[in-house]
């Protein structure tokens, strides 16, 4: 029984170390630039995924970091709106007092397939005969290997500011097998947002 209990163990053991993770995996801020949430009057979002209630879901996420400041460009935007004219909305953008922009966009799915190799092993057969208690032979076991695929999604996020027009802040995660974009974009916006924290980027 213990031999067929333990490669099962070693599966849930592969199987739960290869669930999602998400970590920094490059920033770059302004140097000595600093953001403090109480200044600030609103901030526009804007997650650039093709579906949409993906990217409601992503913009909702960042939002909720900002302290109420953030405006989520599934509002802002609306259909009737000329998203391919850049002046028009740098233009709209400003007139309506935006201090900045957080944009979040895929910008790569990385998938590698794993071999996981089984397990070999011997072990005794102990039986009695005439002559007494001895090992007579050795029983192989064995349990076949696995291919398991690994995604790993890589996420960019930019902080902009509006007055001078220029980003401020940069920073690219990677998401290992995320369990749904919206647990994803949960765990990069947390990320994102600590990284700031440490950097000394963001402030309250």
Same mark, same amino acid.
């Given at each position: 029984?213990?031999?067929?209990? =333990?490669?099962?163990?070693?599966?849930?053991?592969?199987?739960?170390?290869?669930?999602?993770?998400? /970590?920094?995996?490059?920033?770059? !801020?302004?140097?000595?630039?600093?953001?403090? *949430?109480? @200044?600030?009057?609103?901030?526009?979002?804007?997650?650039?995924?093709?579906?949409?209630?993906?990217?409601?879901?992503?913009?909702?996420?960042?939002?909720?970091?900002?302290? +109420?400041?953030?405006?989520?460009?599934?509002?802002?935007?609306?259909?009737?709106?000329?998203?391919?004219?850049?002046?028009?909305? !740098?233009?709209?953008?400003?007139?309506? +007092? *935006?201090?900045?922009?957080?944009?979040?966009?895929?910008?790569?799915?990385?998938?590698?397939?794993?071999?996981?190799?089984?397990?070999?092993? *011997? %072990?005794? /057969? %102990?039986?009695?005969?005439?002559? +007494?208690? %001895?090992? !007579?032979?050795?029983?192989?076991?064995?349990?076949?290997?696995?291919?398991?695929?690994?995604?790993?999604?890589?996420?960019?996020?930019?902080? %902009?500011?509006?007055?001078?027009? @220029?980003?401020?802040?940069? +920073?690219?995660?990677?998401?290992?097998?995320?369990?749904?974009?919206? @647990?994803?974009?949960?765990?990069?916006?947390?990320?994102?947002? @600590?990284?700031? =924290?440490?950097?000394?980027?963001?402030?309250?």
């Amino acid at each position: 029984m213990t031999k067929i209990i =333990l490669p099962t163990i070693i599966a849930v053991i592969v199987i739960i170390s290869s669930c999602s993770s998400t /970590r920094i995996t490059s920033s770059w !801020r302004e140097p000595d630039k600093t953001v403090v *949430f109480e @200044k600030l009057n609103k901030v526009l979002v804007v997650a650039l995924f093709k579906d949409e209630t993906s990217r409601h879901n992503a913009e909702d996420q960042m939002a909720g970091y900002l302290d +109420g400041k953030g405006i989520v460009s599934y509002n802002y935007l609306d259909a009737n709106f000329n998203k391919a004219n850049e002046e028009s909305l !740098r233009e709209k953008i400003k007139a309506d +007092g *935006f201090d900045a922009a957080v944009t979040m966009r895929l910008v790569d799915v990385d998938k590698e397939k794993i071999y996981n190799p089984g397990n070999n092993s *011997f %072990y005794p /057969r %102990y039986y009695r005969n005439f002559s +007494g208690y %001895y090992y !007579r032979s050795w029983n192989y076991y064995s349990t076949p290997g696995y291919y398991t695929t690994t995604k790993t999604y890589s996420i960019e996020t930019n902080v %902009y500011t509006i007055k001078e027009d @220029k980003i401020i802040w940069s +920073g690219v995660t990677a998401t290992t097998n995320p369990d749904g974009l919206q @647990k994803m974009t949960e765990a990069v916006a947390h990320a994102v947002y @600590k990284k700031m =924290l440490k950097e000394g980027f963001v402030s309250k």
